[in-house]
């Protein structure tokens, strides 16, 4: 069997739609379930096969009976710089570790992570890390699954993990996906198509497995624990590190399970089950208190240390229906709840639950007709972060008789963030038509996205410090009541799009717009965004392409719901224990007149192909971020202003096989990204709408020197300098396949806050240290063995060579309370197939 596929009239979901469709329409072919006239003709990009260094452009589906021996191959274009498309092949080779996006993209070379995260030490922790696209914020990047907005807009920046009343900490990924279900991940980083809108650094689509109907079930396992990671911690935090308190771990196992189930229901219906669940049991150290004997107090408590489960699971059931007259159409049901169980050892008998909840319906329908194509997409979803604990007053316990030693206990009951969205888009794709010697390819398109935000404390719960007394009743002193209670906003939109690609001979020009309206800050923002493309020579080998293009983010609406949950809180009883019984004075948050935050860009690339197994490509990308909202107090009150503005630079140099060669009998791919970062920003990108813009007129210290505060290099998501090399090797007769990522990091200076200077300057101080450079090699080996046609033996290993480098400053107050990138990682997979 030999396929060529030639997609290129497709925008990036239908190019993959293709694909996927017309290798199940040959699968069944070959299966004899349906008709060898009924397979009509279908084309699809080879480009989006090619995009790493695991999806090598010849595949082999040698495992599989149905399928032919031989491999299929496809005609190759010159790849785009704009997106990056990472097949399940690639996904198969890459070593991910906690199998989640974040893990997946980590090299891309428009990535940057906040390295005093990635080197945290809770590594046990099955939580997505942030990142950010272009130096943008971490919190202005559009995730997508099959093209429905699941993107956290209330408070994503909220990483505080502590047993606090209020507290609920939340994710900009608000499906928290397992990798190994997804059939392929699309990146958007630069010169963006006008249908993506509300986001300012990129887009993730994820996409889940499409169905084929082959009556195939594949199931995988993995383990990896503490004993197989090696870690190094600094002294300052090693004690809170080792007792496992929130966003630590030292001790874990994990063990990750998966089931896919690809079954024909008909001849035009398929169906996808898949589900998985991955399980860190943590050990953590709580206190415990002694009721066996006497009064229960501080002195009769101890430390013990048991398992905490962090546990996310992912369901998905996805069925596809081929209707007559060129119409087909998917219905999805979504699900993924992670639980992070947490304990104290500072608190007694006192346990919470962080949750991360979020399930939906997805239905797409994509009809053909002689004009072209006409698609829409349907979603329902529901976002939930809670913070859930069975208590529901929290107290510190003290005693009259002195003789006996307080101690504090209890939990603030169930408080959750909740986010329900219904999404609908109608898009139509017309047939390429000329005016003259120009060729116009047109679409347009509606977004309507409604989002419904809400605070929701589901019972009363109360704080107090009891005073036991000698005759055993108690008295309380600052008794404070958390009402049960909502607090709620929401925002319809509605976006209107349109672009024409214009080509005359080697000359191509992509003119687009966008128009987005919302009702809640009743802004209407207008997104041009503009391309040219030359083919140079005409033969498609040497590529120049270089855009403008305007994008508009996200409205976080955390701070729209601040102010009235402050209003949820009477004062029972006062610090002198007087009965009082008065509402809380609310805050008072202003964000009347607040402009969208937005980005302009301005990008250029060019592809060369330098021979029939290798291209090279060389980008240039500029963002200017505006109007990012910042926050202030003035007079006791809040007031949220567009005072957040930057500047970020990325310059991206590629290289990557066309298509796999032959070399020590096995079949090889690979790319290589280099790529170079500046950033300058007023604010801390990773605070969100919580940030404060800085005076650019203030005066600090830093390294000693005395500087403008808005001279103060950025330190958060930066990184100047990074390489990745990916390359891997198929032995096809061996069934085996060896896929390693090796990766550079440049020195960089850490940036510390280190208090105020001596009187009468009273200035800022910030101290530098230089963090080294490092590599690091991620090594997987896959095996098929002939013997035993189905089963899959795997070992990933991150950080082969155990480079335990420094790679963030982490704590102002102390020079050797660094972070250190975690160590070399062992993780054993099995599966089957069958």
Same mark, same amino acid.
């Given at each position: 069997?030999?396929?060529?596929?030639?997609?290129?009239?497709?925008?990036?979901?239908?190019?993959?739609?293709?694909?996927l469709?017309?290798?199940?329409?040959?699968?069944?072919?070959?299966?004899?379930?349906?008709?060898t006239?009924?397979?009509?003709?279908v084309?699809?990009?080879?480009?989006?096969?090619?995009?790493?260094?695991?999806?090598?452009?010849?595949?082999?589906?040698?495992?599989?009976?149905?399928?032919?021996?031989?491999?299929?191959?496809?005609?190759?274009?010159?790849?785009s710089?704009?997106?990056?498309l990472?097949?399940?092949?690639?996904?198969?080779a890459?070593?991910q570790?906690?199998?989640?996006?974040?893990?997946?993209?980590?090299?891309?070379?428009?990535v940057?992570?906040?390295?005093?995260?990635?080197?945290?030490?809770?590594?046990?922790?099955?939580?997505?890390?942030?990142?950010?696209?272009?130096?943008?914020?971490?919190?202005?990047?559009?995730?997508?699954?099959?093209?429905?907005?699941?993107?956290?807009?209330?408070?994503?920046?909220?990483?505080?993990?502590?047993?606090?009343i209020?507290?609920?900490?939340?994710?900009s990924?608000?499906y928290?996906?397992?990798?190994?279900?997804?059939?392929a991940?699309?990146v958007?980083?630069?010169?963006?198509?006008?249908e993506?809108?509300?986001?300012?650094?990129?887009?993730?689509?994820?996409?889940?497995?499409?169905?084929l109907?082959i009556?195939?079930?594949g199931v995988?396992?993995s383990?990896?624990?503490?004993?197989?990671?090696?870690?190094?911690?600094?002294?300052?935090?090693?004690?809170?590190w080792?007792a496992?308190?929130?966003?630590?771990?030292?001790?874990?196992?994990?063990?990750?399970?998966?089931?896919?189930?690809?079954l024909?229901?008909?001849?035009?219906?398929?169906?996808l089950?898949?589900?998985?669940?991955?399980?860190?049991?943590?050990q953590r150290?709580?206190?415990?208190?002694?009721?066996?004997?006497?009064?229960?107090?501080?002195?009769?408590?101890?430390?013990?240390?048991t398992?905490?489960?962090?546990?996310?699971?992912?369901?998905?059931?996805?069925?596809?229906?081929?209707?007559?007259?060129g119409l087909?159409?998917?219905?999805?049901?979504?699900?993924?709840?992670?639980?992070?169980?947490?304990?104290?050892n500072?608190?007694?008998?006192?346990?919470?639950?962080?949750?991360?909840?979020?399930?939906?319906?997805?239905?797409?329908?994509?009809?053909?007709?002689?004009?072209?194509?006409?698609?829409?997409?349907?979603?329902i979803?529901?976002?939930?972060?809670?913070?859930?604990?069975?208590?529901?007053?929290?107290?510190?316990?003290?005693?009259?008789d002195?003789?006996?030693?307080?101690?504090?206990?209890?939990?603030?009951?169930?408080?959750a963030?909740?986010?329900?969205?219904?999404?609908?888009?109608?898009r139509?794709?017309?047939?390429?038509?000329?005016?003259?010697?120009?060729?116009?390819k047109?679409?347009?398109?509606?977004?309507?996205?409604?989002i419904e935000a809400?605070?929701?404390?589901?019972?009363?719960?109360?704080?107090?410090?009891?005073?036991?007394?000698?005759?055993?009743?108690?008295?309380y002193?600052?008794?404070t009541?958390?009402?049960?209670g909502?607090?709620?906003?929401?925002?319809?939109?509605?976006?209107?799009?349109?672009?024409?690609?214009?080509?005359?001979?080697?000359?191509?020009?992509?003119?687009?717009?966008?128009?987005?309206?919302?009702?809640?800050?009743k802004?209407t923002?207008f997104?041009?965004?503009?391309?040219?493309?030359?083919?140079?020579?005409?033969n498609?080998?040497?590529?120049?392409?270089?855009?403008?293009?305007?994008y508009?983010?996200l409205?976080?609406?955390?701070?729209?719901?601040?102010?009235?949950?402050?209003?949820?809180?009477?004062?029972?009883?006062?610090?002198?224990?007087?009965?009082?019984?008065?509402?809380?004075?609310?805050?008072?948050?202003?964000? /009347? $007149?607040? @402009?969208?935050? &937005?980005? %302009?860009?301005? =990008?250029?690339?060019?592809? *060369?192909?330098?021979?029939?197994?290798?291209e090279?490509?060389v980008?240039?990308?500029?963002?200017?971020?505006?109007?990012?909202?910042?926050?202030?107090?003035i007079d006791g009150?809040?007031?949220?202003v567009?005072?957040g503005?930057?500047?970020?630079?990325?310059?991206?140099?590629s290289?990557?096989?066309?298509?796999?060669?032959?070399?020590?009998?096995?079949?090889?791919?690979g790319?290589?990204?280099?790529?170079?970062?500046?950033a300058?920003?007023?604010?801390?990108?990773?605070?969100?709408?919580?940030?404060?813009a800085?005076?650019?007129?203030?005066?600090?210290?830093? /390294? $000693?020197? @005395?500087?403008? &505060?808005? %001279?103060?290099? =950025?330190?958060?998501?930066? *990184?100047?300098?990074?390489?990745?090399f990916?390359?891997?090797?198929?032995?096809?007769?061996?069934?085996?396949?060896?896929?390693?990522?090796?990766?550079?990091?440049?020195?960089?200076?850490?940036?510390?806050?280190?208090?105020?200077s001596?009187?009468p300057?009273?200035?800022?101080?910030?101290?530098?240290?230089?963090?080294?450079?490092?590599?690091?090699?991620?090594?997987?080996?896959?095996?098929?063995?002939?013997?035993?046609?189905?089963?899959?033996?795997n070992v990933?290993?991150?950080n082969?060579?155990?480079?335990?480098?420094?790679?963030?400053?982490?704590?102002?107050?102390?020079?050797?309370?660094?972070?250190?990138?975690?160590?070399?990682?062992?993780?054993?997979?099995?599966?089957y197939?069958?």
């Amino acid at each position: 069997m030999r396929i060529h596929v030639l997609c290129g009239d497709e925008d990036g979901t239908g190019r993959l739609f293709c694909f996927l469709n017309l290798y199940r329409r040959e699968i069944l072919r070959k299966m004899k379930l349906v008709r060898t006239s009924q397979v009509r003709p279908v084309v699809a990009a080879a480009a989006l096969l090619l995009g790493g260094a695991a999806s090598a452009q010849e595949h082999s589906y040698d495992s599989e009976d149905v399928l032919e021996k031989s491999m299929p191959t496809v005609d190759v274009k010159a790849q785009s710089l704009d997106s990056r498309l990472y097949t399940r092949q690639e996904m198969d080779a890459i070593p991910q570790g906690n199998r989640d996006l974040t893990s997946l993209i980590a090299t891309h070379p428009a990535v940057r992570q906040n390295p005093t995260v990635a080197g945290s030490g809770n590594r046990g922790s099955l939580e997505p890390e942030s990142f950010s696209i272009h130096g943008e914020s971490p919190y202005q990047n559009q995730f997508l699954i099959d093209g429905i907005g699941a993107t956290n807009v209330i408070s994503p920046q909220n990483d505080n993990r502590n047993l606090q009343i209020g507290n609920v900490p939340g994710f900009s990924q608000a499906y928290n996906l397992d990798t190994e279900l997804l059939d392929a991940v699309e990146v958007y980083e630069s010169r963006v198509p006008v249908e993506f809108g509300h986001f300012t650094g990129g887009v993730v689509d994820a996409r889940i497995k499409t169905p084929l109907g082959i009556n195939k079930i594949g199931v995988k396992r993995s383990f990896n624990s503490s004993n197989l990671t090696q870690q190094k911690m600094p002294p300052k935090v090693s004690e809170k590190w080792e007792a496992g308190e929130p966003g630590y771990s030292a001790i874990w196992k994990k063990h990750f399970s998966s089931i896919n189930a690809d079954l024909r229901i008909s001849e035009s219906t398929a169906a996808l089950l898949s589900f998985s669940r991955r399980e860190s049991e943590i050990q953590r150290t709580g206190k415990v208190l002694d009721r066996s004997s006497g009064i229960p107090n501080g002195k009769t408590t101890r430390l013990v240390s048991t398992d905490q489960n962090d546990q996310v699971d992912n369901m998905f059931a996805k069925f596809h229906k081929d209707f007559n007259g060129g119409l087909e159409a998917n219905v999805t049901l979504k699900y993924a709840d992670r639980q992070e169980n947490l304990v104290d050892n500072f608190f007694a008998d006192t346990n919470w639950i962080n949750r991360q909840k979020a399930y939906g319906l997805g239905i797409d329908a994509m009809q053909r007709s002689d004009q072209g194509k006409l698609t829409l997409k349907l979603g329902i979803d529901q976002l939930d972060a809670l913070r859930e604990s069975n208590a529901t007053e929290f107290v510190t316990q003290q005693f009259a008789d002195k003789s006996l030693s307080q101690y504090t206990y209890g939990g603030y009951g169930t408080e959750a963030l909740e986010q329900r969205q219904m999404t609908a888009k109608l898009r139509m794709d017309w047939n390429s038509f000329a005016t003259g010697n120009v060729q116009h390819k047109v679409y347009a398109g509606v977004d309507l996205q409604s989002i419904e935000a809400k605070f929701d404390r589901k019972n009363d719960a109360y704080s107090s410090r009891a005073v036991q007394q000698l005759d055993g009743s108690q008295k309380y002193f600052s008794r404070t009541h958390y009402m049960a209670g909502t607090a709620e906003a929401g925002y319809n939109s509605l976006g209107m799009y349109v672009s024409n690609t214009m080509q005359l001979g080697n000359w191509g020009w992509t003119l687009g717009a966008r128009i987005d309206h919302d009702n809640f800050f009743k802004n209407t923002n207008f997104s041009p965004r503009s391309r040219i493309d030359w083919d140079a020579f005409g033969n498609g080998k040497t590529q120049v392409s270089m855009g403008w293009s305007r994008y508009y983010g996200l409205d976080l609406l955390g701070y729209a719901l601040t102010q009235e949950k402050s209003k949820l809180k009477r004062t029972l009883v006062d610090s002198k224990g007087n009965v009082v019984n008065t509402p809380a004075v609310a805050e008072v948050h202003i964000f /009347d $007149g607040i @402009k969208t935050p &937005r980005s %302009d860009e301005w =990008a250029f690339s060019v592809t *060369q192909q330098l021979s029939e197994y290798v291209e090279g490509g060389v980008s240039y990308v500029r963002r200017a971020s505006r109007d990012s909202v910042t926050q202030d107090k003035i007079d006791g009150n809040y007031v949220y202003v567009n005072g957040g503005y930057g500047n970020a630079e990325t310059a991206v140099l590629s290289l990557r096989s066309l298509k796999t060669f032959n070399l020590l009998a096995a079949r090889w791919s690979g790319r290589v990204d280099f790529s170079w970062h500046d950033a300058w920003r007023n604010h801390d990108t990773a605070e969100a709408w919580e940030a404060g813009a800085e005076s650019p007129d203030d005066l600090i210290l830093y /390294d $000693g020197k @005395k500087i403008q &505060r808005k %001279d103060k290099p =950025a330190s958060d998501f930066s *990184q100047p300098r990074k390489l990745s090399f990916a390359f891997s090797g198929n032995w096809l007769n061996q069934g085996l396949t060896w896929g390693n990522r090796i990766n550079w990091n440049s020195s960089k200076s850490g940036v510390a806050y280190l208090g105020i200077s001596a009187k009468p300057e009273q200035l800022e101080k910030y101290g530098v240290q230089k963090i080294p450079a490092y590599w690091t090699w991620d090594t997987s080996i896959t095996w098929k063995p002939r013997q035993m046609n189905g089963l899959i033996l795997n070992v990933d290993i991150l950080n082969m060579l155990n480079k335990i480098q420094p790679i963030a400053v982490a704590n102002p107050s102390a020079a050797n309370n660094v972070r250190y990138k975690i160590g070399r990682e062992i993780w054993l997979n099995a599966g089957y197939e069958f």
